[in-house]
Nanobody, 127 residues
Framework: QVQLVESGGGLVQAGGSLRLSCAASGPLVDTYAMGWFRQDPGKGRSFVAA????????DYADSVKGRFTISRDNAKNTVYLQMNTLNTEETAVYYC????????????????????WGQGTQVTVYW
């Protein structure tokens, strides 16, 4: 089972940028489809972005399209989420998730499809 550790969260002014990282450890990390989700207090986890095993396919929530970019470096076992033009409504805990997949190009936008989760990293956007 892969282990995931997120980093890169913090305080950012509205309109600013942050880059989150998700370091994966364990066997055959490049066999996992990966995703980013976020969670507000008292709410469920909502989809942000997903990427296929090879990185050639990505999917984004409508609210972040054009502002966020998901990428991965399989040589470094790391997935990234570049977040630009952040707004205060995007304050949340951001989670990285992984799911083994035999298909190279599948992307998984549903949190229920993932088996492994990181501990989360807090992102706070202020005026």
């Amino acid at each position: 089972q892969v282990q995931l550790v997120e980093s890169g969260g913090g305080l950012v002014q509205a309109g600013g940028s942050l880059r989150l990282s998700c370091a994966a450890s364990g066997p055959l990390v490049d066999t996992y489809a990966m995703g980013w989700f976020r969670q507000d207090p008292g709410k469920g986890r909502s989809f942000v972005a997903a990427i296929s095993r090879t990185g050639d396919n990505q999917d984004y929530a409508d609210s972040v399209k054009g502002r966020f970019t998901i990428s991965r470096d399989n040589a470094k076992n790391t997935v990234y989420l570049q977040m630009n033009t952040l707004n205060t409504e995007e304050t949340a805990v951001y989670y990285c998730a992984a799911r083994f997949s035999v298909r190279l190009s599948v992307v998984l936008p549903s949190p229920g499809e993932y088996k492994s989760w990181g501990q989360g990293t807090q992102v706070t956007v202020y005026w």
